[in-house]
């Protein structure tokens, strides 16, 4: 009779259940609030706040995990990398399943500069994400940190798949084998290219370029002509065919390859500048009429192709100054100097070209910007002060003079300076400052005993 019955024990089973579930939600409830607020203190950047919240948490339940994730990420905000690694270890203990907490601890490792053990990390990570492109290529530059180019390659050749061929992962697979001194590797690279694109000449050339720098002429070779029968007026393979035949010794084959490539726009000028510097070089050195021009061609298909850049107009120019064409090298070199201001050798030939010319008003009109851009150049004053000494005006050219004198150190254009500012002294009726500045001139070089005889007498 005492016995309560099967039914009433059964409500009394869930009664006491249903309590102890209410206890544990109230409980689960305070606790997420709790985790709420430290978050929200943590992104308002208050982590002093965020932590002591966030330990509230932990004192409650200490097997939560992502309290111990986010108090790491307050040590990682802090740069205290070694304690954040302390807590997201913690926080694996509880879930070592969760890929989060593994790449925050593989960055942490990173930024610690333990490739090591970030690298085993992110072969986890990878595992688990076989499709994640950014892990990958994490993976990849921690293994170039280690120096394991080989896992390198294979780490781009799974971006491969994922992305389908990319030209900038080609490109540093090359590197790498280049590197590794594996030019038949190096090469396939862009086989595979081509066997995918066999159309598209650039891969060809791209190829040969390998053995073209690694002096295996003849192979690059059979990579440039199967270029040229897809498009016999491709630029990058004639400017690669010229190099060819530069190293073979058929210059007039190479020119005529440079010439279409140096019309073209797209090849960047960088790539055209070693060439050009040969051939002025060439011209500079033996200045004969086909030299001359053939240089004064290939920088105007720079010009034209790239009339933004300084590097064809001040080449044509310098060509002028060879053949002593002063009017044209003044307006090549006005050319170059509307697109760069900055530099000084392209001014000093263009001064030279005017006094060549005895243009000196024209040297005293564009003294002015100049000094404003070079006040401290001795060489510069110099030939400003001799244009005014052209000119007659003396007072001027003495005062410019005096200051090339102070920035001056070197002894023949001291000597030039004080004899130009002995002469300016004798135009003005000072004779006793004209001698003086003409010794100085003496001792520095220049033989001026017959103005100081004249002087005297």
Not at 36 to 52: I, M
Not at 172 to 181: D, E, G, P, R, S
């Amino acid at each position: 009779m005492i016995l309560p019955s099967v039914s009433a024990q059964k409500k009394q089973k869930k009664s006491k259940e249903k309590s102890k579930t209410t206890v544990i939600s109230d409980e689960t409830r305070k606790q997420s609030a709790l985790f709420a607020d430290a978050l929200r203190e943590f992104y308002a950047g208050n982590y002093e706040t965020a932590e002591n919240t966030f330990r509230q948490v932990l004192a409650k339940n200490e097997k939560n995990d992502a309290v111990y994730y986010m108090l790491a990420r307050i040590r990682k905000e802090g740069k205290n990398y070694s304690g954040a690694e302390y807590y997201l270890k913690e926080a694996l203990k509880l879930d070592k399943t969760n890929v989060w907490y593994k790449v925050e601890l593989a960055e942490i490792y990173d930024l610690m500069e333990d490739y090591k053990s970030s690298t085993k990390l992110w072969e986890e990570i990878c595992k688990l994400k076989p499709e994640n492109e950014y892990y990958l290529f994490t993976l990849s530059e921690d293994y170039i940190n280690l120096e394991e180019y080989s896992k390198v390659i294979e780490v781009y050749n799974k971006l491969e798949v994922l992305e389908g061929y990319n030209d900038e992962i080609t490109s540093a697979k090359v590197a790498i084998w280049l590197y590794l001194n594996d030019i038949k590797n190096a090469v396939g690279e862009y086989d595979k290219l081509i066997k995918e694109f066999p159309s598209e000449p650039r891969y060809y050339v791209l190829a040969g370029n390998i053995y073209q720098s690694n002096n295996m002429p003849d192979k690059a070779l059979n990579y440039y002509k199967e270029a040229l029968k897809i498009d016999p007026d491709n630029t990058m393979a004639n400017m690669a065919m010229a190099d060819y035949y530069m190293g073979q010794g058929d210059e007039k084959a190479a020119y005529n390859a440079l010439l279409k490539s140096f019309a073209d726009q797209h090849i960047p000028i960088d790539n055209k500048m070693p060439f050009l510097k040969k051939y002025f070089t060439k011209a500079a050195k033996n200045p004969t009429a086909e030299s001359v021009n053939q240089a004064m061609q290939l920088s105007q298909n720079i010009s034209k192709a790239h009339p933004e850049r300084v590097e064809g107009w001040a080449t044509m120019a310098s060509l002028c100054l060879i053949e002593k064409k002063y009017g044209q090298a003044r307006d090549f070199f006005e050319q170059a100097l509307a697109i760069d201001q900055s530099s000084y050798s392209l001014w000093e030939d263009y001064f030279y070209c005017m006094s060549k010319q005895e243009d000196y008003k024209s040297m005293i009109d564009k003294g002015e910007k100049v000094l404003e851009l070079f006040p401290t150049n001795a060489a510069m004053l110099y030939n400003i002060a001799h244009a005014y000494y052209a000119e007659k005006k003396y007072a001027k050219a003495i005062e410019l003079l005096q200051q090339a004198a102070v920035y001056s150190y070197d002894n023949n254009l001291l000597a030039n300076i004080y004899n130009t500012l002995g002469d300016c002294h004798k135009e003005l009726g000072h004779n006793e400052e004209a001698v003086k500045n003409w010794k100085l001139a003496q001792q520095k070089g220049i033989d001026t005993e017959e103005k100081i005889k004249k002087v005297d007498n």
